[in-house]
């Protein structure tokens, strides 16, 4: 089943924003890592995986169960699913009960890396392909 099918046969509301992926992904490194400088981002190869900022700990964030469970006990209304290497970015509305089970029985994590974010872009969740790293939880 698709992920767009599974988020809305519990009652989310998706709609697919179509060729989003470079403007999402380039919004998500101004919103959480502009910390960083371009000499860093390239040193931990960025411009590879987002996700570097964490596994190369150059951001303070919560990893495995405690970000699991960070982002179980988020409030989310309104967010964004995107993907590392994909112009597939989905928008949830109503997705107060999205939990991490959804998102890896509907992911294949082997071979996509999932950024959720919310509206505001003031918290992320990130599943990798990587199974030794993550997932992360960051909060601005």
Not at 17 to 42: P, V
Not at 45 to 71: I, N, T
Not at 76 to 90: G, W
Request: aromatic share 16%; hydrophobic share 35%; proline share 1%.
């Amino acid at each position: 089943m698709k992920m767009k099918d599974a988020l809305k046969k519990k009652r989310m509301f998706v709609k697919k924003l179509s060729n989003q992926g470079e403007f999402f992904r380039k919004r998500w490194e101004n919103e959480f890592a502009d910390a960083l400088s371009a000499s860093q981002k390239k040193k931990i190869y960025m411009d590879q995986f987002l996700w570097h900022a964490f596994s190369y700990e150059k951001l303070p964030c919560l990893q495995g169960e405690q970000a699991v469970q960070a982002f179980e006990h988020q409030v989310k209304n309104d967010c964004y699913l995107l993907f590392e290497h994909d112009e597939r970015v989905l928008q949830l509305s109503k997705c107060k009960h999205l939990t991490t089970d959804d998102l890896s029985e509907n992911t294949n994590m082997y071979l996509e890396d999932l950024y959720v974010v919310d509206k505001d872009f003031t918290w992320t969740y990130v599943i990798t392909h990587e199974s030794s790293c993550g997932p992360y939880f960051y909060r601005t």
